[in-house]
């Protein structure tokens, strides 16, 4: 799905884990989505940010360089227990799990209609979620 990308990558995950973002390639694809794209082309939001801050380190300090084009965000304590993951690639293509646990999952590709649900669901789980963990505050 990062090959794929163009322009934007949403993520609705537990903790980035399964992603294996820290991949020198997937990471090297990142960076280059990141530096190519003027706008905001990353929006992360994820329910359990410990794995993210401490435990993978490459994608953080990454994030980190390119805070100006990307965010990461903790779900709220109610959203917290949605089960269910979303990656959605340039609003047409989309992989989405249903449920964490299990194998069961769908896979879109080339279809802005069918991402649009998983698109809008992910913009409402997105405003419901807290501040940027990529934030940094300047001492003056």
Request: hydrophobic residues 40%; positive net charge; charged residues 25%.
């Given at each position: ?11 609705f995950d537990g903790d ?125």
């Amino acid at each position: 799905m990062l090959a794929r990308c163009a322009h934007s990558i949403c993520v609705f995950d537990g903790d980035l884990a399964n992603l294996h973002w820290e991949n020198p390639q997937r990471l090297a694809l990142l960076t280059t989505l990141l530096a190519t794209q003027n706008e905001a082309p990353l929006r992360v939001v994820l329910r359990d940010s410990r794995h993210f801050l401490v435990k993978a380190p490459r994608i953080y300090q990454t994030l980190q360089t390119w805070s100006h084009r990307a965010q990461v965000r903790q779900t709220s304590r109610a959203l917290s227990e949605l089960r269910d993951a979303i990656l959605i690639v340039d609003r047409q293509n989309a992989l989405i799990r249903f449920e964490k646990t299990l194998p069961r999952s769908v896979l879109i590709e080339n279809s802005p209609e069918e991402v649009l649900p998983y698109q809008q669901r992910f913009d409402e789980i997105w405003q419901e979620s807290g501040k940027n963990l990529l934030q940094t505050s300047l001492g003056l």
